[in-house]
């Protein structure tokens, strides 16, 4: 499968030759394909993480805009006009964590029948 980077890629492999150290050297162009795969590749990845952070940065904010205006002030009082994510944890353990222990293990039992529900059909999954 091509790589979204290639081009890219490419750019940053020629610019080697450019670099004090090699640029002496007479461009290799099978050498530069062959790191531009390679840098492709790690294109690819920075972009798929960066999707996922993505992802999952806007859960949190869904789960702040839910909470409500806790959710946009900052320890020091300061109110953002964006959700803190990093504060979601915390105000999540504060509203629905009061009286479990951290320390308690979970009843694997109960947290089976709460996802299947009654019947056996699937419930939270």
């Known amino acids: ?31 530069a394909e062959a790191i531009a795969k390679r840098i492709a590749n790690w294109m690819d990845t920075a972009a798929q993480n960066q999707r996922n952070a993505d992802y999952y940065r806007g859960l949190l904010v869904r789960c702040g805009e839910a909470i409500g205006d ?7 009082g300061n109110i953002s006009e964006h959700v803190l994510c990093a504060k979601i944890p915390e105000l999540v353990e504060a509203a ?7 320390d308690q293990p979970r009843d694997q039992t109960k947290l089976y029948s709460a996802s299947v529900g009654e019947g056996g059909e699937g ?3």
């Open 123 to 125: 419930g939270a999954y």
């Open 1 to 31: 499968m091509p790589s979204t980077w290639m081009d890219e890629a490419l750019e940053q492999a020629a610019q080697c030759w450019c670099d004090p150290e090699i640029e002496g050297r007479v461009m290799d162009p099978p050498l």
């Open 70 to 76: 806790q959710a946009y002030i900052a320890d020091d």
């Open 96 to 102: 629905f964590c009061k009286a479990v222990k951290s």
